[in-house]
């Protein structure tokens, strides 16, 4: 199994969670971190993906919270590097670019620099 096989596996998984998170009212149930692997990068014998679940949307909020962003940032969109975000979670073990977030225009989930987007929801009214 190679390398580009297992993102392909873990995007493949991420979709099948979001099923059932939706099923069980929840906001988010998705892979995080590392996938960890055994093996060498064109041959893997193995891996395993860590999962979080994330019940409401007040959970996000209280990690967003923590990282130093307003009350009520979950779910906000912010115009960040030219283009608009749907604030979409929060990576705590990852503080600097702690915010989780969705590009509208593509769909596509990046993590933004906490700082940034602090800064950016300070200068705009809720």
Known sequence: MTGT????????????????????GMVSFKTTGNIS???????????????????????????????????ASYGRVINYDGKKFLISGANPGKPKFGVSAVDIATNKTYSLVTASVIRILNSVPA
């Open 37 to 71: 692997v055994e093996g060498g990068r064109d041959n893997i014998s193995a891996f395993r993906i860590k999962v979080e679940a994330i019940v409401s949307a007040g959970d996000v909020d209280a990690q967003l919270v923590a990282l130093g962003l307003p009350v």
């Open 5 to 24: 096989k297992v993102k392909e596996i873990n995007a493949e998984v991420n979709a099948a969670l979001a099923v059932i998170a939706k099923k069980h």
